[in-house]
C-alpha cells in the first residue's frame, strides 16, 4: 500500500484528508508538532497508525525517519494568514516556514526517493479579487500580502527542485475552505448568523468561491497517485459560486434559522469600514473571488463529492453539537 507522509496532520484539512487517505486504503503517516497532538487526531482519524513529530519545519529538523518508506508527500503545514500580525518582520518570518522550509522538504524527499510532492498554495496567489473573469491556472500571478507573497515564492521553488531532481511537484490553490473544525472568520459568521444578529451585509450580488473541507480532501487524495496530476497547478473549489447575502442564507437555513439583513447601501458600509481600519476585511466580504476549476475537473476527471448545501449542513451540525457539549 501506498505510504503518504502529511504534515500539518493535526490540522483542520490534514485531519479531514488523513480521514480520506484512510478510507482510500493508503497507509497515511502523520507529520505533527510534537507527540501530545497525536493523541487527538487518532480519536479524530480513527485508522491512523503512523506518526512522526516532526516540530517547526522552519527549523531545519531531521526528517529521514519521518520519509522512511514514504511514497508522497502532502505539504500543509504553513504559516497562515495572519490579520493583525506583530512581528517585526512579517515577509521574513513567512518566508523561512512557507519557502524555505517547504523548499528543504522537497529537496530531503527526492534525496530519499519520494516520487511526488502534493503542495497546498492558495488563490491569493492570483490575486485579491475578480472582476470579470474568473481566475485560472494560467494568470499572471499577483500575490498583495506576505503570506500570499510566500506562497508563490514557494511554488517556484518547488519548481526548481522538479527540474533538478525529477520529484513529481502537484500544487493545489483552494480559496476559502470550510468545514466542521472552521476556524477564524466563517465561525465568527457561523455564529453570528445562529445567534440571529441582523447583518449589515448589502445586496452587492457579489461571487464567491468556496471549497468544503471534504471537497478538498478528496482532489488532494485524488492528486497523491493520478498521473495526469504530475508536475500541474491546480485551482479547485466547489463549483457553485455564491454571493455573501447567498452563502449567510444557506448557511441559516443549515442551522435552522432565519437570515437577516440591516438595509444598508453598500457605500456607507464601505465609509464606515475605512473610517475604523476594517476596509480590507469588507473588501473580503462584499468584493468578488471566482475560479475556474475546469482545468482539475478535465484533467483529473474529478468532481466534488460534497455539495455546497451538504458542506454547509455538515457544518452546520457540528456547530449545534459543539454550542451544546459547551453549554
Given at each position: ?52 513529530p516532526i516540530g517547526d519545519l522552519g527549523a531545519s529538523p531531521n526528517l529521514n525517519d519521518a520519509l522512511e518508506n ?258
Open positions: 500500500m501506498t505510504r503518504i507522509f502529511v504534515t500539518g496532520a493535526d490540522g483542520f484539512v490534514g485531519t479531514a484528508l488523513c480521514r480520506r487517505l484512510l478510507r482510500g486504503g493508503y497507509v497515511p503517516r502523520a507529520g505533527v508538532q510534537n507527540r501530545g497532538l497525536w493523541s487527538a487526531l487518532q480519536a479524530a482519524a480513527p485508522g491512523l497508525s503512523e506518526f512522526a514514504v511514497a508522497v508527500v502532502v505539504h500543509l503545514a504553513a504559516r497562515v494568514h495572519i490579520m493583525h500580525d506583530d512581528t517585526a518582520d512579517p515577509l521574513k518570518e513567512f518566508r523561512r516556514v512557507n519557502v524555505d522550509a517547504t523548499e528543504a522538504l522537497a529537496r530531503v524527499a527526492a534525496e530519499r526517493g519520494v516520487r511526488r510532492m502534493v503542495f497546498v498554495s492558495t488563490v491569493k496567489v492570483n490575486g485579491e479579487s475578480t472582476s470579470g473573469m474568473p481566475f485560472a491556472e494560467g494568470d499572471v500571478p499577483d500575490p498583495q500580502d506576505p503570506y500570499a507573497v510566500s506562497k508563490w515564492e514557494a511554488e517556484e521553488a518547488l519548481r526548481s527542485v522538479a527540474a533538478k531532481t525529477g520529484i513529481e511537484i502537484v500544487i493545489v490553490r483552494p480559496p476559502l475552505v470550510y468545514g466542521p473544525g472552521v476556524r477564524a472568520n466563517f465561525l465568527r459568521l457561523m455564529s453570528l448568523v445562529a445567534r440571529g444578529i441582523p447583518l449589515p451585509i448589502p445586496n452587492t450580488k457579489n461571487r464567491r468561491s468556496l471549497i468544503g473541507v471534504e471537497n478538498l480532501a478528496d482532489v488532494l487524495a485524488v492528486c497523491t497517485s493520478h498521473p495526469g496530476a504530475a508536475n500541474q497547478t491546480f485551482m479547485v473549489s466547489d463549483g457553485e459560486d455564491v454571493s455573501t447575502r447567498e452563502l449567510v442564507t444557506r448557511l441559516a437555513r443549515a442551522l435552522g434559522r432565519s437570515a437577516r439583513f440591516l438595509p444598508v447601501p453598500e457605500f456607507p458600509v464601505r465609509l464606515a469600514a475605512r473610517l475604523v481600519g476594517k476596509e480590507a476585511a469588507v473588501n473580503r466580504l462584499l468584493g468578488s473571488l471566482v475560479i475556474n476549476s475546469d482545468k482539475v475537473r478535465q484533467t483529473l476527471g474529478w468532481t466534488p463529492p460534497v455539495t455546497l448545501d451538504g458542506g454547509l449542513a455538515a457544518t452546520a451540525r457540528w456547530y449545534l453539537e459543539s454550542s451544546r457539549q459547551l453549554a
